[in-house]
């Protein structure tokens, strides 16, 4: 032993030792670290010009054109009789713009909207939104997706309550989740996720399997929140080392990777933990390197069975969520810079 040690530097026989006695104490693995703050857009101040920089995928400040030419651009819009979605003048204090996208769901007439759009095929995506829920906000049933289809289509797929083959499709979902009237509404920021190695639900079907954070992240009403999102598929078929996570305001809320202790796993998905819980076994995302993540979908879908699912039986009738700002990207994004 005293012979191995004299040829390992110091420095590394401190690293190895700290460690050790980093996983003694708080009984966590050591975990791939990702950065948190200003990311890409600490080079675009405002986001002035980010839509330029070679990593990005797509890029959405609603500063220009009309519903209908924004519309021609994403490539696929639900927008019932024209009453869904309308520009507003309310934005977040570090945008550069003037307008934001205000979708308003109305009970009886419509349950929402969305703009989908597709991009060229990447293994990993940064999605970065920023998001504002009315005062008076009720529980949500669907919200922001991004994903994968194979082959790629020019809109979004239901299929839900199916489980996925692990060849054409993964989708993931960051949405507000009430917890059967738990957490008041919205929520609190859970992921909504589809693959082929998602566990059964009770019923016998496979709805989505819910992810969530270590300490509830409450959505906020009444205020612009930066949300960004990382879908980092498997390298290979058979390795379990595909990742996910969630930023609130530039600050890493949760990473779902292979040895992250978790809750117990069951149809209704899982939550991270600080203490005690069983590692992770990762993602397997996909099965074939022919499914990437190639698309963003901005929905807002809001139903009565959300409503009655947390308990409230006489909800509001009008929903209403101002989007801007949106960046998908194949790198970390991070709030806008303000410019100055």
Same mark, same amino acid.
């Given at each position: 032993?005293?012979?191995?040690?004299?040829?390992?530097?110091?420095?590394?026989?401190?690293?190895?030792?700290?460690?050790? &006695?980093?996983? #003694?104490?708080?009984?966590?693995?050591?975990?791939?670290?990702?950065?948190?703050?200003?990311?890409?857009?600490?080079?675009?101040?405002?986001?002035?010009?980010?839509?330029?920089?070679?990593?990005?995928?797509?890029?959405? @400040? %609603?500063?220009?054109?009309?519903?209908?030419?924004?519309?021609?651009?994403?490539?696929?819009?639900?927008?019932?009789?024209?009453?869904?979605?309308?520009?507003?003048?309310?934005?977040?204090?570090?945008?550069?713009?003037?307008?934001?996208?205000?979708?308003?769901?109305?009970?009886?007439? @419509?349950?929402?909207?969305?703009?989908?759009?597709?991009? =060229?095929?990447?293994?990993?995506?940064?999605?970065?939104?920023?998001?504002? +829920?009315?005062?008076? *906000?009720?529980?949500?049933?669907? %919200?922001?997706?991004?994903?994968? $289809?194979?082959? /790629?289509?020019?809109? /979004?797929?239901?299929?839900?309550?199916? =489980?996925? *083959?692990?060849?054409?499709?993964?989708? #993931?979902?960051?949405?507000? $989740?009430?917890?059967?009237?738990?957490?008041?509404?919205?929520?609190?920021?859970? %992921?909504?996720?589809?693959?082929?190695?998602?566990?059964?639900?009770?019923?016998?079907? $496979?709805?989505?399997?819910?992810?969530? /954070?270590?300490?509830?992240?409450?959505?906020?009403?009444?205020?612009?929140?930066?949300?960004?999102?990382? &879908?980092?598929?498997?390298?290979?078929?058979?390795?379990?080392?595909?990742?996910?996570?969630?930023?609130?305001?530039?600050?890493?809320?949760?990473? +779902?990777?292979?040895?992250?202790?978790?809750?117990?796993?069951?149809?209704?998905?899982?939550?991270?933990?600080?203490?005690?819980?069983?590692?992770? !076994?990762? %993602?397997?995302?996909?099965?074939?390197?022919?499914?990437?993540?190639?698309?963003?979908?901005?929905?807002?879908?809001?139903? !009565?069975?959300?409503?009655?699912?947390?308990?409230?039986?006489?909800?509001?009738?009008?929903?209403?969520?101002?989007?801007?700002?949106?960046?998908?990207?194949?790198?970390?994004?991070?709030?806008?810079?303000?410019?100055?």
């Amino acid at each position: 032993m005293l012979r191995f040690l004299s040829c390992v530097s110091l420095p590394t026989i401190l690293l190895v030792a700290t460690l050790a &006695l980093f996983t #003694v104490k708080t009984g966590q693995p050591q975990l791939p670290r990702l950065p948190q703050g200003y990311g890409l857009s600490s080079r675009y101040p405002g986001d002035i010009g980010i839509e330029n920089d070679p990593a990005v995928l797509f890029a959405e @400040n %609603f500063e220009r054109g009309t519903l209908e030419e924004i519309a021609k651009k994403w490539g696929n819009i639900s927008n019932k009789d024209g009453k869904v979605m309308s520009f507003s003048n309310d934005v977040p204090s570090e945008s550069s713009g003037k307008r934001s996208l205000q979708m308003t769901a109305t009970l009886g007439e @419509n349950t929402g909207g969305h703009l989908y759009t597709r991009f =060229r095929g990447v293994d990993v995506a940064f999605a970065r939104f920023y998001v504002k +829920f009315a005062d008076d *906000c009720g529980y949500i049933h669907h %919200f922001v997706t991004i994903g994968g $289809y194979n082959p /790629p289509t020019p809109w /979004p797929q239901g299929r839900a309550g199916e =489980r996925p *083959c692990g060849d054409e499709r993964v989708t #993931v979902g960051i949405e507000p $989740y009430g917890d059967y009237g738990r957490f008041p509404p919205p929520g609190i920021w859970n %992921f909504y996720c589809y693959w082929h190695e998602m566990k059964i639900s009770a019923d016998g079907k $496979y709805w989505g399997n819910g992810l969530r /954070p270590s300490k509830p992240q409450l959505v906020p009403r009444g205020k612009w929140q930066c949300v960004e999102v990382m &879908l980092k598929l498997n390298s290979e078929p058979n390795k379990p080392d595909g990742e996910l996570a969630l930023w609130l305001d530039g600050k890493l809320v949760a990473h +779902f990777v292979k040895g992250a202790m978790r809750s117990q796993w069951t149809g209704m998905g899982f939550s991270l933990v600080d203490e005690g819980g069983e590692p992770f !076994e990762g %993602f397997r995302w996909r099965t074939s390197k022919d499914l990437k993540v190639n698309f963003f979908w901005l929905l807002l879908y809001v139903t !009565e069975h959300a409503a009655h699912q947390n308990k409230v039986t006489n909800p509001n009738s009008i929903t209403r969520v101002w989007f801007d700002d949106i960046v998908v990207a194949t790198q970390y994004i991070g709030p806008i810079k303000p410019l100055r």
